[in-house]
């Protein structure tokens, strides 16, 4: 929480003095859309990353099984250091910074570059270096993932959507998945078996690029009506 807390200071330092701003355009004020668009991030990313782990067990002799060891406290615990590091990465990438680059260089330019910065960031938080194919892999993506979120941010002026599209994939992936740093938690494997082949790799381009193209499709049909 600490770290959270000097985000939102440095956040309202730099968009007072560069920006001549508050908070206000970083659309923190709840309304009836931006819950809206929060609803529907969440919902999007945790239905769309339920299907991707469903399809990682479902052409070969695997199940997803209950972890009947994880208690109702830990998981608890676990919600909560993943709804810190979310909103944590979206702070720093998805809030002053790029709204202060929106400013400066364009929606475009500034969704790139926050995109290439989360994906880099990554490279630390997984600690790939050293290992250059893992690293190009992480970089990929995480970078989608983030030129997403930034995409979301840049279309809705808000933080909602971000925040629900990356609490819905974290949540679901790391903890009723178990595909994550913390470990065992909801549901696990049954057994080691895996794909392999072409399904590991159609499964694999589906957890990239299912969800951003989705949004990508929905705001390029939103901007036509």
Not at 8 to 35: E, H, M, Q
Not at 88 to 110: M, Q
Not at 154 to 160: I, M, N, Q, R, V
Request: proline content about 2%.
């Amino acid at each position: 929480m600490i770290g959270i807390i000097i985000e939102l200071i440095i956040s309202w330092l730099l968009l007072k003095f560069i920006a001549k701003r508050d908070f206000s355009v970083l659309g923190f004020k709840p309304n009836s859309t931006r819950l809206m668009y929060w609803s529907i991030g969440f919902l999007l990313a945790a239905g769309i990353c339920t299907l991707y782990h469903i399809l990682t067990t479902a052409f070969i002799n695997n199940t997803w099984i209950l972890n009947k060891q994880l208690t109702f406290s830990a998981a608890l615990m676990s919600s909560w250091w993943v709804l810190k590091s979310v909103l944590f990465e979206e702070l720093l990438f998805r809030g002053a910074l790029l709204y202060l680059a929106i400013e400066k260089w364009g929606s475009t330019k500034a969704c790139l570059f926050s995109a290439a910065c989360f994906g880099i960031y990554h490279w630390f938080s997984y600690n790939a270096f050293g290992n250059p194919f893992q690293m190009a892999i992480i970089f990929v993506m995480t970078a989608i993932f983030g030129w997403m979120l930034a995409l979301s941010f840049a279309k809705t002026k808000s933080l909602y959507l971000t925040i629900g599209l990356h609490l819905g994939w974290n949540l679901f992936n790391i903890i009723i998945f178990s595909n994550g740093p913390l470990g065992r938690q909801l549901f696990v494997k049954a057994n080691e078996s895996h794909l392999e082949g072409i399904p590991s790799l159609l499964v694999f381009l589906f957890q990239i690029f299912a969800l951003p193209l989705l949004l990508y499709g929905y705001f390029k049909l939103k901007s036509r009506k």
